[in-house]
């Protein structure tokens, strides 16, 4: 593949590259003058990397600190690394990260690693690996969840992500064919992408505030099967599109985003359900999911493919196999449009609504940012080192919300806002 001086390729549209890179400080972050930034992105992601951080310091940034991985390198550990390492993970430099976000730095992370990486290592050690690094992360991943900073995900077509997606094309024509569904899904493909955002984050803050009016108690999902009722938890509060974090900056944390969504009660989730799409979690595709809640918890998990990685994370701790997020997505967003399954959740998650297993949102309840940990779980807020999201929408589910009397509200029918 031709490249040229910047090492982009010549193949993907440069003009887009930069806009995505400009999206991602001035929308997904709307970076602060003074404002330092951890970067995290793939080695692959290098084009786009270097336009955010050029972006960024445009922006007027303090200090931004990139840090790298590689799918080699991550391939090595598996290869030859000692099998006790399997156990460990750097807390050092996630203690660094969150002692960043404590002084207010941004975090923005570039995705574009192989879907399937992972798919022929040992399972075992890829859920101890996992495990280890999610109790690691924690008080990095706290201040996230949290929303206590301005935080975004981006993507960008690594070769090997581009080549699952489609398989029967020639390397170059899948990257650029996966650039421009990016380019397209992150609403960059436009000639005003920034007005654009603001128009799409109005029309998500109008659906937000029709649900927060209802105040349901619960959401009744039913289609193939699902027959699953997702309790809310007391005080919660919908949210999509942009918000305010905790430093008082307005962000959208993931581009791109079709979802509304909120924190159910960990308690009162019951029936059954199962997933819609594949689900690719850490280098493992995991697909016709299908579990079921009693009391909010999951009793019963199967799945056609990955149900031995699916069972070691739903035991990692005792809030896996509970629900930390319920989100709403029509069938009709552009993400589902384009018919294109992108073995990658920031973009599956936003064609279908979904559930995510885990540690919940402290931001959607009202007033979150001033309820402590214990105030959050008594409202049925869900605790957990894991939040995974998993989808459950399609054109054929059907969802009412249900009121405190028992009263039933069509919210969506055959997979579109009722």
Same mark, same amino acid.
């Given at each position: 593949?031709?490249?040229?001086?910047?090492?982009?390729?010549?193949?993907?549209?440069?003009?887009?590259?930069?806009?995505?890179?400009?999206?991602?400080?001035?929308?997904?972050?709307?970076?602060?003058?003074?404002?330092?930034?951890?970067?995290?992105?793939?080695?692959?992601?290098?084009?786009?990397?270097?336009?955010?951080?050029?972006?960024?310091?445009?922006?007027?940034?303090?200090?931004?600190?990139?840090?790298?991985?590689?799918?080699?390198?991550?391939?090595?550990?598996?290869?030859?690394?000692?099998?006790?390492?399997? *156990?460990?993970?750097?807390?050092?430099?996630?203690?660094?990260?969150?002692?960043?976000?404590?002084?207010?730095?941004?975090?923005?992370?570039?995705?574009?690693? *192989?879907?399937?990486?992972?798919?022929?290592?040992?399972?075992?050690?890829?859920?101890?690996?996992?495990?280890?690094?999610?109790?690691?992360?924690?008080?990095?991943?706290?201040?996230?969840?949290?929303?206590?900073?301005?935080?975004?995900?981006?993507?960008?077509?690594?070769?090997?992500?581009?080549?699952?997606?489609?398989?029967?094309?020639?390397?170059?024509?899948?990257?650029?064919?996966?650039?421009?569904?990016?380019?397209?899904?992150?609403?960059?493909?436009?000639?005003?992408?920034?007005?654009?955002?603001?128009?799409?984050?109005?029309?998500?803050?109008?659906?937000?505030?029709?649900?927060?009016?209802?105040?349901?108690?619960?959401?009744?999902?039913?289609?193939?099967?699902?027959?699953?009722?997702?309790?809310?938890?007391?005080?919660?509060?919908?949210?999509?599109?942009?918000?305010?974090?905790?430093?008082?900056?307005?962000?959208?944390?993931?581009?791109?985003?079709?979802?509304?969504?909120?924190?159910?009660?960990?308690?009162?989730?019951?029936?059954?359900?199962?997933?819609?799409?594949?689900?690719?979690?850490?280098?493992?595709?995991?697909?016709?999911?299908?579990?079921?809640?009693?009391?909010?918890?999951?009793?019963?998990?199967?799945?056609?493919?990955?149900?031995?990685?699916?069972?070691?994370?739903?035991?990692?701790?005792?809030?896996?196999?509970?629900?930390?997020?319920?989100?709403?997505?029509?069938?009709?967003?552009?993400?589902?449009?384009?018919?294109?399954?992108?073995?990658?959740?920031?973009? *599956?998650?936003?064609?279908?609504?979904?559930?995510?297993?885990?540690?919940?949102?402290?931001?959607?309840?009202? *007033?979150?940012?001033?309820?402590?940990?214990?105030?959050?779980?008594?409202?049925?807020?869900?605790?957990?080192?894991?939040?995974?999201?998993?989808?459950?929408?399609?054109?054929?589910?059907?969802?009412?919300?249900?009121?405190?009397?028992?009263?039933?509200?069509?919210?969506?029918?055959?997979?579109?806002?009722?």
């Amino acid at each position: 593949m031709t490249t040229h001086s910047r090492g982009v390729s010549a193949t993907i549209d440069p003009v887009k590259l930069d806009r995505l890179a400009e999206v991602a400080i001035k929308v997904g972050l709307q970076l602060q003058p003074g404002q330092d930034l951890v970067l995290t992105s793939s080695i692959a992601a290098l084009p786009l990397t270097r336009r955010i951080v050029e972006h960024a310091y445009r922006a007027g940034a303090g200090l931004v600190t990139p840090i790298f991985n590689d799918d080699e390198i991550t391939l090595a550990r598996y290869r030859y690394g000692a099998d006790a390492g399997f *156990d460990r993970a750097a807390g050092w430099l996630y203690e660094g990260m969150a002692k960043a976000f404590s002084n207010n730095a941004a975090r923005l992370a570039v995705r574009g690693e *192989d879907p399937s990486l992972l798919s022929g290592q040992d399972p075992s050690k890829v859920a101890r690996a996992n495990k280890a690094n999610s109790m690691a992360y924690q008080p990095a991943l706290e201040k996230i969840t949290g929303f206590d900073i301005n935080w975004n995900i981006v993507a960008y077509p690594d070769l090997a992500w581009a080549k699952q997606v489609f398989p029967g094309d020639a390397d170059d024509v899948a990257v650029v064919k996966l650039a421009d569904a990016i380019f397209a899904a992150s609403r960059v493909d436009v000639e005003d992408p920034i007005g654009n955002w603001t128009a799409h984050n109005a029309a998500l803050k109008g659906r937000t505030e029709w649900l927060n009016g209802h105040n349901f108690h619960a959401l009744h999902f039913t289609g193939p099967g699902t027959d699953l009722t997702v309790g809310l938890a007391d005080g919660h509060e919908w949210m999509g599109g942009a918000s305010t974090a905790k430093n008082g900056v307005t962000c959208n944390p993931n581009i791109p985003t079709e979802e509304v969504f909120t924190t159910p009660h960990a308690r009162g989730v019951s029936g059954h359900v199962s997933s819609t799409k594949p689900l690719s979690y850490q280098g493992t595709l995991i697909d016709e999911i299908s579990v079921r809640f009693e009391d909010g918890r999951i009793v019963e998990a199967k799945a056609s493919k990955g149900e031995d990685v699916l069972k070691k994370v739903l035991d990692t701790d005792d809030g896996a196999r509970r629900l930390g997020e319920v989100a709403l997505v029509p069938h009709s967003s552009p993400i589902s449009a384009s018919g294109l399954l992108f073995f990658n959740t920031l973009f *599956d998650e936003n064609a279908a609504c979904h559930i995510a297993l885990g540690q919940c949102y402290s931001k959607c309840f009202v *007033d979150g940012a001033s309820l402590t940990q214990e105030e959050i779980a008594a409202r049925g807020g869900n605790k957990s080192f894991i939040h995974i999201d998993w989808m459950i929408g399609s054109g054929q589910i059907d969802i009412d919300g249900l009121g405190k009397d028992g009263g039933r509200v069509p919210v969506m029918r055959k997979g579109e806002w009722a």
